[in-house]
């Protein structure tokens, strides 16, 4: 006659070891700036070209080879689509101050990507920059960014 | 023998639920993120009028002169927008009008800036319209054309044109 705990005591492990995660994902918070939502678009007969801090960014990997973000870049544009504005994307670690103009180096369009090599967390800034025409059309622009995170 | 075996099970066990509690984030975390920016522009529509030194001393005839169409430049105008569709000007027609008196109608036309007087044929009934097509500033002549009466009623006369600039959609 088998004992009772030699049935119980394995179902009591395997059923602990259900709740840990078979495998860990990467990890993006993202909080938005006051300053994205107001964005400067003169075209009012004169314009300028505007480097402007959008996001805050809260990354982190279990993956022992770290991690890639990928950062879409389109074009602010009006409910028709027509005349755009097109911007590029950069990010600085967290607290090292605005970028300057040639820091962006993807072209408007293509996506901008920054990766890691080890395990850990990481904050960053997201700034963009965008040059709008001297006349540029009237109305309300606006666009939507996306951030992917993958292990490398 | 049995005990220890659940002993260490129990203790096994109370570590697993432990880490599991510590997993669990504050704040909801995935693998994607997004930012949604936005901003507008204002349309800069405007419209400036000077009236011409002639527009206010009509030559009326109505002395027994045979009557004859006057073209005479009224207002020189500075017409601007960013609108990527240009703007349309409208310029009320009407008549120089005198109290008792039979009024002297006339019509509207325009020509870019500095360029010759229009024809007689450049000018039709109503009220005068004309467009941009992109965006950018415009200097415009705007002329009257009117014939008076052979015997024209005495007197002063006097008319009002009404401009309006809207943006084009």
Do not use: C
């Not at chain 2, 997004?34 to 419209?47: A, P, R």
């Not at chain 2, 030559?59 to 703007?87: M, R």
């Amino acid at each position: 006659m088998k004992p009772l705990y030699w049935q119980i005591v394995p179902s009591l492990l395997l059923l602990l070891l259900g709740v840990q995660p078979a495998f860990s994902l990467p990890t993006i918070i993202s909080s938005t700036t006051s300053v994205a939502s107001n964005l400067t678009l003169d075209g009012q007969g004169s314009a300028s070209t505007h480097i402007v801090k959008v996001a805050n960014l809260q990354l982190s990997t279990d993956g022992t080879n770290g991690f890639t973000l990928t950062i879409s870049s389109q074009s602010l544009t009006k409910s028709g689509g027509e005349t755009p504005i097109p911007f590029q994307v950069t990010t600085v670690p967290a607290g090292s101050g605005s970028p300057s103009a040639s820091d962006f180096l993807v072209s408007p369009g293509s996506n901008y990507t920054v990766s890691t090599t080890s395990a850990g967390s990481s904050s960053k800034e997201m700034y963009i920059k965008y040059t709008p025409a001297a006349l540029q059309d009237p109305g309300a622009y606006n666009t939507s960014i996306s951030l992917i995170v993958t292990d490398n | 023998m049995s005990t220890k075996l659940i002993r260490r099970a129990l203790i096994a066990s109370g570590l697993f639920i432990g880490t599991a509690v510590a997993f669990s984030p504050t704040a909801f975390a995935d693998t994607t993120g997004s930012v949604v920016m936005g901003g507008s522009v204002t349309s800069t529509l405007n419209l400036a009028s000077v009236t011409t030194a002639g527009a206010t001393a009509l030559d009326l005839d109505g002395d027994g002169t045979t009557p004859t169409a006057h073209i005479v430049q009224v207002a020189d105008l500075t017409i601007g927008t960013n609108n990527e569709q240009g703007y349309t000007l409208t310029a009320t027609a009407g008549s120089l009008a005198k109290a008792g008196g039979t009024s002297i109608a006339y019509q509207v036309t325009s020509v870019a800036n500095g360029e010759a007087a229009p024809a007689i044929g450049d000018f039709s009934a109503g009220n005068y319209t004309v467009g941009t097509t992109a965006a950018g500033e415009t200097l415009t002549d705007l002329y009257i054309k009117y014939t008076p009466a052979a015997l024209q009623d005495a007197g002063a006369y006097a008319a009002t044109i009404t401009l309006n600039v809207v943006d084009k959609t």
